[in-house]
């Protein structure tokens, strides 16, 4: 039973370019949520995406946007990259209807300078 | 909007004694509270999930109980071991993350 995939795992990027991170959900969950997590803090609900769409949203900057495909899997674009956007990048599966609870990925760590 | 905290920050322990991590929330009109173990640069992974009606869940050494009226859940974790060591955070719902109580068990 495959678990969450992410990647890349590592990533270095420079001030002010673009990123996309990747993440296939556990086999038969639909809804795919993304997180930051910076160093020595919990992670930071960023959206979620069912259905192809984005379903909720917390306080992130519209720099930050996703998409959701068919297969359920989902990207995490982040533009006009920041020195505070380093951070470890989660990405959870659920399932929608019964919750049994979510499974995260190992997460991409992203570094910007 | 719910607020999560975990307290303590952080706790050190000898190996085999009893672990106590509270997690507290302000909104009770929670679904559910899943336990979270976060070894450093890693993922996240889950412990024990609590739905609404439930008042404990057990899994070998751990049991988490939820109390929605006092907002509150407590994660134990029983004769704890140097393996054990990690940041464990509690999910309220399905948004709100507390910052995590780092433990290290000292053998």
């Known amino acids: 039973d495959a678990g969450v995939t992410q990647s890349p795992t590592h990533l270095i990027k420079t001030r002010g370019q673009q990123v996309t991170l990747r993440c296939s959900p556990k086999s038969g969950h639909d809804t795919v949520s993304w997180y930051q997590q910076a160093l020595g803090q919990g992670p930071q609900f960023i959206f979620q995406?069912?259905?192809?769409?984005?379903?909720q949203r917390g306080n992130f900057p519209d720099r930050f946007s996703g998409h959701q495909f068919p297969n359920y899997s989902s990207e995490l674009n982040v533009n006009a990259l920041l020195l505070g956007d380093s951070a470890l990048y989660l990405c959870?599966?659920?399932?929608?209807?019964?919750?049994?609870?979510?499974?995260f990925g190992s997460g991409t760590r992203l570094t910007v300078v | 909007k719910q607020e999560v905290t975990q307290i303590p920050a952080a706790l050190s322990v000898p190996e085999g004694e009893n672990l106590v991590l509270n997690c507290s929330f302000t909104d009770s009109a929670i679904y559910n509270l899943q336990w979270f173990r976060q070894d450093p640069g890693k993922g996240l992974t889950s412990l024990l999930l609590?739905?609404?009606?439930?008042r404990e869940q057990t899994s070998g050494r751990l049991n988490a109980s939820l109390d929605k009226s006092s907002g509150r859940s407590t994660l134990y974790i029983a004769a704890s071991q140097p393996g054990d060591s990690a940041t464990y955070l509690c999910a309220v719902s399905k948004l709100s993350f507390g910052a995590g109580t780092t433990v290290t068990v000292r053998a």
């Open positions: 609590i739905q609404s009606s439930q």
């Open positions: 959870a599966s659920s399932k929608e209807g019964r919750w049994t609870g979510y499974t």
């Open positions: 995406y069912y259905e192809e769409e984005e379903r």
